[in-house]
């Protein structure tokens, strides 16, 4: 069901279009409450977000991921230009493989951070948080490449948590126990063509599922049918935010602005500034940003990512992060108990140096009481790595939950 069709002369009329599964969310939908993901409607939670967060560490949350925007790019220039848009080296990125990487301006601030998707020798499908067509086109200039914004051409599902596989696996895809993490294979569905890689934004055992719109509704139904008695539950987007901020990824717009959005330039940050060093290869001789990053690497960062583990449990939504002297030092950017990792986590920008693992510092806490507001300071450590990572995202063949 394809719902958003550009050859018609009054589309721009239609501001937000319901997604190829819309009928489906609908009948689930149980709370009756929508929200905007860019140009679609997207459910923020089916009936509870905490029931829906579980199914996702206990059993197979379902998310509809057709919003995210996405872009095919090809040519015989597909690969050179690449490597001058991203960071890291994208040669390693075979066909059949996916990879995450940033893209950044000439002053080495990230525009945005997303997936690239290496379908086949030369083919590339870059997904991302923000709309990037504009900024793809003007990198385009003297490259033989295709650059296209396919976002409503291609439906997609986020099958995630630990009976994700086995419900591929009865679903009837040959061969998807031997997909490895960040590996990606095609399957004959009905007559058109269903893309699978194993990725996620959950940090879990966890696959997406790519598709023609004309088949979106077909393929709901093959999953949940396939799923019934494995827990499978749709999952909306308050769910997913507690997974992510688990496995301590970051999202645009909440835990660092796009350098493309912002109206001050202090408020953008580079690659270093987000912890993702290892996505910076200066081995490359030339790409977007590099000789500013070359300058911040020998000068020094203005901020570093933290991840915090806080006393008590009281989630510091918002809240300022302080040193040892009581000196403000940054902000915390996301924030929640954690149910699986039963801690009190946080992802925060703080001053530089700080934010070394196993550093002590404190955040202040604003939480509601008996209808007053009450203030907290509690100790945080910095911690290094995801908040929950269990053996089973990684193994191969995945686990018959």
């Known amino acids: 069901m394809k719902t958003f069709d550009i050859s018609d002369r009054d589309h721009y009329r239609t501001k937000v279009f319901p997604s190829p599964f819309h009928s489906r969310q609908a009948v689930l939908n149980e709370n009756k409450v929508w929200s905007r993901w860019y140009d679609y409607q997207s459910v923020p939670a089916y009936t509870c977000e905490t029931h829906e967060y579980f199914a996702g560490r206990n059993a197979c949350g379902v998310f509809d991921l057709t919003p995210m925007t996405k872009h095919r790019i090809g040519g015989a220039d597909a690969l050179p230009y690449l490597e001058r848009l991203m960071t890291r080296r994208m040669e390693k990125i075979r066909p059949g493989r996916v990879g995450y990487g940033v893209w950044c301006d000439d002053d080495g601030q ?42 409503h051409d291609v439906a997609a599902l986020a099958v995630q948590g630990p009976t994700s596989y086995a419900i591929l696996r009865d679903m009837g895809l040959p061969g998807i126990e031997k997909l490895t993490p960040f590996g990606l294979a095609h399957f004959d569905f009905e007559g058109t063509e269903l893309t699978v890689s194993r990725t996620g934004y959950t940090g879990d055992l966890g696959y997406e599922l790519w598709i023609d719109p004309d088949h979106a509704e077909r393929l709901w139904d093959r999953l949940f049918a396939a799923g019934e008695q494995r827990g499978i539950k749709p999952l909306g987007s308050k769910a997913l935010d507690m ?157 018959d939950w």
């Open 110 to 151: 990230v525009i945005d951070d997303g997936t690239v998707f290496h379908l086949r020798d030369g083919d590339y499908r870059l997904c991302s948080q923000e709309h990037q067509i504009d900024w793809l086109l003007m990198n385009a200039e003297g490259f033989d490449v295709e650059v296209a914004e396919e976002t």
């Open 243 to 399: 997974l992510r901020i688990e496995a301590g990824f970051i999202l645009a717009g909440v835990d660092f602005m796009p350098a493309m959005h912002t109206v001050r330039p202090g408020h953008t940050r580079s690659p270093f500034e987000l912890g993702l060093d290892w996505l910076v290869d200066f081995t490359k001789p030339l790409f977007n940003g590099r000789r500013a990053l070359l300058r911040e690497k020998a000068e020094g960062s203005r901020y570093a990512f933290a991840r915090l583990d806080i006393e008590d449990n009281k989630p510091a939504h918002n809240a300022y992060v302080f040193d040892a002297k009581g000196k403000t030092i940054g902000w915390v950017t996301s924030a929640m108990w954690s149910p699986s990792a039963k801690k009190n986590i946080a992802l925060a920008t703080v001053e530089a140096p700080h934010g070394q693992p196993g550093e002590d510092l404190q955040v202040e806490i604003y939480y509601q009481r008996e209808l007053q507001w009450n203030r907290k300071m509690a100790k945080a450590k910095v911690v290094e790595g995801p908040f929950w990572a269990p053996e089973r995202r990684r193994a191969t063949p995945a686990g």
